[in-house]
T-cell receptor, first 115, second 114 residues
Framework: GQQLNQSPQSMFIQEGEDVSMNCTSS?????WLWYKQDPGEGPVLLIA?????ELTSNGRLTAQFGITRKDSFLNISASIPSDVGIYFC???????????????FGTGTLLAVQP | GAVVSQHPSRVICKSGTSVKIECRSL??????MFWYRQFPKQSLMLMAT?????????EQGVEKDKFLINHASLTLSTLTVTSAHPEDSSFYIC??????????FGPGTRLTVL
C-alpha cells in the first residue's frame, strides 16, 4: 500500500534538545495528522492540520501544513524522556459529504531521548 | 479525545483456528471504522474500511474471505482472522472517528499464531 516518506528514520538525542521531523508526499492531502505510538499500543493523536500553511501547537509540539499540501513537519521543543516513541504522520484526502476518508501513514520516526 | 477500545489485547492461537477481535467506540457512534495491521518496526497498513450496516471495503491484496469484518452496530466492529497461520501474526489496530476528519485509534491486539 501507499506510504508517505518520513524523515529521519530515527533520532537519538539528549534531553532538552529540540527535534524536527518531516513528511512528504507526491500527492496532495487535505488533512495532515501527527501521531505518537508507544510500544505495544495504538497511535495517539498529537496534532491535526486542516489548512495549507496552518501552524498549530500543542504544548511543546508544533506542526505545520505545507503550502503545497504535499508536506508537513513536526517540531518538539525541549525534549524529555517521555517523548520517546515512534512518531507517524498521516495524510487524508477529504471528499466531503461527511464521509470518513482513510489515512495514509508515513514510515515513522523513532525518537530516543537520553536523560 | 474520543475513546476506542479493543478486545482482546493479546491472543495466542494454534494454526488453523479462527480469532475474533472486537473494536468499540466507547463515547461516540461511528458509522465507519478502520482496521490496520502493523508488523514489527513497520508502519500501519490499512486492511479494510468497516461500514455499519453494509459490506466492508478491503484494500488491495487483503483477502476478504480470510479477514471477515462485521460492523453490526454504530459502536462495534469485529475482525475475524479465519484459519490463522503464523504469517498472520501481527499487531492489529482499529480506528474510529467522532468526526469525518479525525481518527482515534484503539490500543491494538497482538495476535500470535503458533
Amino acid at each position: 500500500g501507499q506510504q508517505l516518506n518520513q524523515s529521519p528514520q530515527s533520532m537519538f538525542i539528549q534531553e532538552g534538545e529540540d527535534v524536527s521531523m518531516n513528511c512528504t508526499s507526491s500527492s496532495i492531502f487535505n488533512t495532515w495528522l501527527w501521531y505518537k505510538q508507544d510500544p505495544g499500543e495504538g497511535p495517539v493523536l498529537l496534532i491535526a492540520l486542516y489548512k495549507a500553511g496552518e501552524l498549530t501547537s500543542n504544548g511543546r509540539l508544533t506542526a505545520q501544513f505545507g503550502i503545497t499540501r504535499k508536506d508537513s513537519f513536526l517540531n518538539i521543543s525541549a525534549s524529555i524522556p517521555s517523548d520517546v516513541g515512534i512518531y507517524f504522520c498521516a495524510g487524508q484526502r477529504v471528499t466531503g459529504g461527511g464521509a470518513t476518508n482513510k489515512l495514509i501513514f508515513g514510515t515513522g520516526t523513532l525518537l530516543a531521548v537520553q536523560p | 479525545g474520543a475513546v476506542v477500545s479493543q478486545h482482546p489485547s493479546r491472543v495466542i492461537c494454534k494454526s488453523g483456528t479462527s480469532v475474533k477481535i472486537e473494536c468499540r467506540s466507547l463515547d461516540f457512534q461511528a458509522t465507519t471504522m478502520f482496521w490496520y495491521r502493523q508488523f514489527p518496526k513497520q508502519s500501519l497498513m490499512l486492511m479494510a474500511t468497516s461500514n455499519e450496516g453494509s459490506k466492508a471495503t478491503y484494500e488491495q491484496g487483503v483477502e476478504k474471505d480470510k479477514f471477515l469484518i462485521n460492523h453490526a452496530s454504530l459502536t462495534l466492529s469485529t475482525l475475524t482472522v479465519t484459519s490463522a497461520h503464523p504469517e498472520d501474526s501481527s499487531f492489529y489496530i482499529c480506528s474510529a472517528n467522532p468526526a469525518a476528519d479525525t481518527q482515534y485509534f484503539g490500543p491494538g491486539t497482538r495476535l500470535t499464531v503458533l
